[in-house]
């Protein structure tokens, strides 16, 4: 599961890259400076990791981590193969969301590839190279539906028109996640695989200034955002990535103090990217380690065990479940068991977010 990085050239993505994961990108003030995508993983700040740490006192606490990549910037024409566009239209499709950057900092040094900063007129720029490309995906995708209404199969038909409707909705200028679905629509539509269809969230790259004071392009990309149901996250990648160089935490507070915030911006947007992915958390507590694990919404119990180890899938019986919340309340697992707290769950249990989880299993 990949969340990967978007926008025109020159937006500050790889800045942002390099404060999110502990890979290192290129970053450089000429556009195209990312050719080739940069692949890093992320851990997910948890708050409960540390509550869990206090308690347990273990070896070592490892959090749940999420992929984020670095795509090279697109400019018009990309859906036409300009500026290498399909190859990073490829990038784009093998993720799973999109984080989408946009330039709201004024400076003169920085080339803006449209020659102003207008984040809106950015964001449509974007918007229409992947609606294109999404459109050619759709033009093709109905031929092939067509030739099976034939069959008269009602399945069929409606696969035929819901395809038909997309193409025509992506046409007049709208997002694909946007068009409306129901049960079956969302399955024929997940099936082609379409760049508007991933959930997106935006990150308004601000300069200092604007952090804490806003800026007239926020207010727009918010209201904008309303509208599709987006989130929107404003953070000074430039500025994250000078605390990032900072040596102490303290030195790190002292800034972070400066700027008005509590947490560093990528924080935010790492949760909310985690979030964009439909993801979750479980965690697994021992002397020896903490751990949070990632898993889908929805998962049951030996899937998430499969996380962990494939035998543990394959040859598991039952699970021990601990609410994180009544494993604070009551300080240790045999406190919890105390209190008959701890609940024995078999191979159709849904696991929840911030399930403490025991497996038994054997190979
Ligand atoms: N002033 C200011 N400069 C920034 C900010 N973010 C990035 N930059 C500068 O903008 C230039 C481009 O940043 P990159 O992160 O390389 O941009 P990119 O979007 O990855 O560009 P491509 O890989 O060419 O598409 C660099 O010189 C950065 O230092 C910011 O928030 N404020
Ligand atoms: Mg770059």
């Known amino acids: 599961m990949k969340c990967g990085i978007v926008g025109l050239p020159n937006v500050g993505k790889s800045t942002l890259f390099n404060c999110l994961s502990n890979a290192k990108a290129q970053s450089a003030n000429y556009p195209f400076c990312t050719i080739e995508p940069n692949i890093g993983t992320v851990s997910v700040p948890d708050e409960r990791l540390f509550e869990l740490e206090k308690l347990v006192k273990p070896e070592r606490v490892l959090p749940a981590v999420v992929e984020i990549v670095d795509i090279a910037g697109l400019v018009k024409g990309a859906s036409k193969g300009e500026g290498l566009g399909n190859k990073f239209l490829a990038n784009i499709r093998e993720c799973e969301a999109i984080i989408h950057v946009l330039r709201c900092f004024e400076n003169g040094n920085i080339v803006h590839v449209e020659g102003s900063v207008d984040p809106m007129r950015d964001k449509d720029i974007i918007d229409i190279e992947l609606q294109l490309k999404d459109i050619e995906t759709l033009t ?46 969302e399955s024929i539509i997940s099936d082609v695989q379409l760049l508007t269809n991933k959930p997106v969230l935006y990150v308004c ?14 207010a727009k990309i918010e209201e904008m955002a309303a509208k599709e149901n987006a989130e929107v996250v404003v953070l000074a990648a430039q500025i994250e990535a000078d605390i990032n160089e900072l040596e102490t935490f303290e030195e790190r507070e002292m800034f972070l103090e400066e700027l008005g915030l509590k947490e560093p911006g990528v924080n935010r947007l790492i949760r909310k990217a985690y979030d964009l992915l439909k993801l979750q958390t479980y965690f697994t507590a021992g002397v ?48 919890v068991k105390e209190a008959g707290k701890l609940a024995v769950e078999g191979k159709e249990y849904i696991v929840q977010d911030g399930d403490m989880m025991n497996f038994r299993f054997n190979v």
């Open 140 to 185: 093709k995708a109905v031929e092939k539906a067509k030739k099976f209404i034939k069959s008269g199969k009602k399945d069929d038909v409606m696969t035929y028109e819901t395809l038909l409707n997309l193409q025509k909705f992506v046409e007049e200028g709208n997002n694909a996640r946007e068009f409306p679905k129901d049960d079956f629509a």
């Open 205 to 218: 790259n601000v300069d200092e200034n604007s952090i804490k004071n806003g800026n007239e392009w926020i």
């Open 288 to 335: 020896k380690e903490v751990r949070a694990w990632t898993i889908g919404r929805g998962w049951t119990a030996p899937q998430a065990a499969g996380v962990i180890h494939t035998d543990f899938e394959k040859g598991f019986i039952r699970a021990e479940v601990i609410k994180y919340e009544d494993f604070i309340k009551f300080g240790s697992e045999a406190k």
